[in-house]
């Protein structure tokens, strides 16, 4: 850990009931179709595509992959990069993702959150398209038939089919940005609960001058309330057949999933547990398994369609495989091959609402089908009630006979679905991976935020520090009895809570949704009583200093000073850093940075500065010349969710989604700097207590970086240590999602316990030391820890020796929030698994043994 001798108590605290919302929707976006002109093309497979999370509280969780480019493996996998929130109180039950534009696509590219729409549905009659760059909802349209039930796009990426509650489904064009009706298909006397699309053909009078391939889309099938399947003619909306499914005691199967193959097979799932395959040409069953226990929701296939899963309400996964039965002859040369279930595996807790799988597999006949390189293995995603998405290396068999498969998640050397472990990716407490639980450390309050509430609770006892040798084990201080709760607020939002604050006094309190900021006064009363009074008034004290379109007071992140004069917020829609003057009676805003908007010093969206001449100081003009951009192009806005004030309140430096952070000094109010880009955003940002001038950026890939802010460089002993950290740490699976600092004691700037950070994810807590010089482990001698600095060409080891003393805290899961109350005296938040599964309706059981 550290080589601070001083103990630390802790609050092990299990009683705020924050509960992470369920998991209704994934998603993976899709691969442009092959040109017609050249068959069979051959895709590469070392890129990983966004993943959206869709929640029942209708917020949208975008994650993105924290590998290096072109490489094929990551140890920390898919992490939340951005949240949308949704609308209060709404829900996602579908999600579906198109290209914006296939013709700049290439076809084994994987097309970036930029490149895609991103639409969703939630038990209503609209759908919404999503901006995913300013996080809001940019149109709607509606069903005019109904709560939607399913959405599903076609593989060209211009129609999405809608199966909504009057039973009929309706088209939607998108293609070229639009979002219209196109066309009605008949109507049935059945809600339609899931639909597919059937592999699309060429278009057969295309001339070879034409420069754009045409797909042609000839049907789609649908799973209906009736206990039946119906195949549609895509281009005159007529049922072409039907198909019926088992029934028990007369009571209607709801066929819950389909899903489609390249050569015309369709797979359905089923409210019996039952998963039937089927001939689209002929439409009769030609296999069933009686896979599952109970109801199956959700259908996906592999990447090169000899793979299907299935999962639904008794938990399991279920893989199915085609097998071949017989070799072909010179009469009949296609090989003969049935579908067989080949493995299943229990990954989760309660229901399974979905499957997701990448490489996304698309339906194409033979003759254009998309083959994916075999030495990586597909990864198939999982989510549902546990609120957890699980991810899975899904190769299969046959695929390592021939060479060593790479599972991608790094979980084991095993790579498929039988044997491989999956990874269970850690919910985060807050949007975009930020805090819901933040904490006042002089009033010593910790306050709770969630979809439209918040909540404060007082740690009442401050326990006196352990006199225990063995400081790295963490004594705890367990006592229900060191609390109480002081405030529940259930506020009047638009949106989800995107962002909170509570001032070190304990006298402040600020939460946003997407368009509105509230800031309350906290007033304790004689009996120690906390009574909010909101400042009615603060929403027009800022908008004048915000654009009026888009129209919005609401924030992303704040901070306040420590001496709780100031605070500080990120505009959510527009990207301006104001500073707030809350030392008198009536807020005023001091000053506006609009540096988060700007495209200065920008390629390809990351900021190019070189290290060398980041020493140089950033002109600074005023609000009118750093405006300029705006005549020109667009502003590039950058939300900025990452924010902090250094312990003596005079840096203020703040991060957003495009990895650009800059500085800015709050006792002369000025920008003092922009640090250059870095390949992922920052997850978490700190300053040091006892150096307040060094800035700790913490990535999702277990990495850090250190920088001197008053001397705008890298400081060259960090380097060293920030290349150089150990596999333990940077190897770990669940990435970091905070640095804490442990304060000061009054009158001793030397501490030792302020030179260590503490680094923290949802599994583990470490210490490093790193605030004067390389990391200090307390088993060396001096001359061994020169030595130890410096690698040695016939030690490769030397690099880890330094670090075999580091050592990774374990008992404490799954964290949602770590920071000091004070000096020796550390607060940790968890949620166990098993409470928040107490508070839903009990899972699927079905005993197997005793069973009359």
Not at 695 to 722: G, H, K, M
Not at 795 to 816: A, C, D, F, S, W
Request: net charge neutral; proline share 7%; aromatic share 8%.
């Amino acid at each position: 850990m550290c080589d601070a001798t001083s103990p630390v108590a802790v609050h092990r605290c299990r009683f705020i009931d924050f509960d992470p919302s369920t998991i209704t929707a994934l998603a993976f976006p899709p691969l442009r179709l092959p040109s017609i002109k050249r068959p069979k093309h051959f895709s590469k497979y070392l890129e990983f595509g966004t993943l959206a999370i869709g929640r029942a509280n209708g917020n949208i969780d975008m994650c993105e992959w924290t590998g290096p480019k072109n490489e094929s493996q990551s140890k920390q996998a898919w992490v939340i990069r951005k949240t949308l929130p949704g609308l209060y109180p709404s829900k996602v039950d579908s999600l579906a993702f198109v290209i914006r534009e296939p013709h700049t696509i290439m076809e084994d590219q994987v097309p970036s959150t930029s490149d895609l729409r991103l639409f969703s549905s939630g038990g209503g009659s609209e759908l919404l398209e999503w901006d995913t760059e300013s996080s809001t909802i940019r149109r709607t349209i509606s069903s005019q038939g109904g709560t939607i039930w399913c959405v599903a796009a076609n593989p060209a990426g211009t129609m999405l089919a809608l199966g909504c509650e009057d039973g009929t489904i309706r088209l939607i064009s998108v293609a070229d940005d639009t979002l219209t009706h196109h066309k009605r298909f008949d109507r049935v006397k059945s809600r339609i609960l899931s639909v597919a699309w059937g592999p699309p053909m060429p278009k057969e009078n295309s001339s070879d001058e034409d420069d754009d391939d045409e797909w042609l889309d000839l049907w789609l099938v649908t799973g209906c309330s009736d206990s039946s399947l119906r195949k549609w003619d895509a281009s005159t909306g007529r049922m072409l057949d039907r198909m019926g499914t088992d029934k028990i005691r007369g009571e209607r199967t709801l066929v819950w999933a389909v899903d489609t193959l390249g050569d015309g097979t369709i797979v359905s799932g089923d409210s019996l547990g039952m998963v039937k395959f089927w001939d689209s040409r002929t439409c009769t069953q030609l296999q069933s398994f009686k896979s599952h226990g109970a109801d199956v929701l959700c259908l996906t296939v592999g990447p090169d369609g000899h793979a299907i899963y299935s999962s639904g309400v008794d938990q399991k996964v279920v893989q199915y495989s085609r097998v071949k039965t017989s070799q072909g002859t010179e009469k009949t040369p296609d090989s003969k091959a049935r579908w067989m279930q080949t493995s299943s595996r229990r990954m989760h807790y309660h229901d399974v609402r979905s499957l997701a799988m990448w490489p996304p597999y698309t339906p194409l006949p033979s003759s254009h089908k998309r083959q994916f390189s075999s030495e990586i293995a597909p990864v198939v995603a999982s989510g549902g009630l546990d609120m957890s998405v699980v991810v899975t290396p899904a190769a299969l068999p046959s695929s390592t006979l021939l060479s060593k498969v790479i599972n991608p998640l790094s979980t084991s050397v095993h790579a498929t679905f039988d044997d491989s472990y999956h990874r269970r990716l850690p919910y985060s407490s807050g949007p975009s991976s930020t805090f819901a639980i933040h904490i006042a450390r002089h009033a010593r309050l910790v306050s709770c935020m969630r979809d439209s509430r918040v909540s404060i609770w007082r740690i009442l006892k401050k326990p006196s520090p352990l006199d225990d040798d063995d400081q790295e084990e963490l004594p705890e201080e367990t006592d229900t009895a060191d609390w109480e709760k002081c405030v529940e607020m259930e506020l009047d939002v638009h949106t989800n809570l995107v962002a909170s604050a509570i001032s070190d006094d304990g006298k402040w309190l600020v939460v946003s949704d997407l368009y509105e900021t509230k800031l309350f006064r906290l007033i304790m009363n004689a009996e120690g009583q906390v009574k909010p009074r909101r400042i009615r008034h603060f929403a027009s004290i800022i908008s004048p200093h915000l654009p009026q379109k888009p129209s919005s007071t609401g924030g992303l992140s704040f901070a306040f000073t420590p001496d709780s004069t100031k605070l500080v917020m990120s505009a959510a829609l527009t990207s301006y850093i104001l500073v707030i003057d809350i030392s008198e009676e009536n807020p005023r805003v001091l000053r506006k940075f609009d540096h988060h908007r700007q495209r200065n010093n920008l390629s390809s969206h990351r900021v190019t500065k070189d290290l060398k001449t980041i020493n140089t100081d950033v002109e600074m003009g005023s609000d009118e010349e750093n405006s300029s951009y705006e005549d020109e192009d667009s502003p590039l806005l950058g939300n900025v969710t990452r924010m902090t004030i250094s312990a003596d309140g005079q840096w203020l430096a703040t991060s957003d989604h495009r990895s650009r952070t800059h500085i800015f000094n709050l006792d002369s109010i000025q920008h003092h700097c922009v640090l250059p880009s870095f390949p992922l955003p920052a997850q978490s940002v700190a300053f040091s207590s006892s150096n307040p001038n060094l800035l700790v950026l913490a990535f999702p890939n277990n990495t850090f970086q250190i920088y001197d802010v008053e001397t705008r460089q890298f400081p060259s002993w960090s380097r060293e240590i920030c290349d150089n950290l150990p596999k333990r740490f940077t190897h770990t699976h669940d990435p970091i999602i905070g640095v804490s600092f442990e304060p000061l004691t009054p009158g001793a700037p030397s501490q030792s316990s302020g030179r260590c950070a503490l680094f923290w994810g949802s599994t583990w807590l470490c210490k490093i030391s790193f605030d004067d010089g390389p990391v200090r482990s307390s088993g060396f001698s001096r001359k061994r820890r020169r030595e130890s600095y410096k690698p040695q060409k016939n030690n490769p080891e030397g690099v880890e020796e330094r670090h075999k003393e580091l050592k990774m805290i374990t008992q404490y899961r799954p964290v949602l929030f770590v920071d000091y109350l004070g000096p020796g005296e550390l607060l940790v938040v968890e949620r166990p698994l098993v409470d928040v599964l107490a508070t839903l309706p009990p899972a699927y059981f079905r005993h197997k043994y005793g069973a009359s």
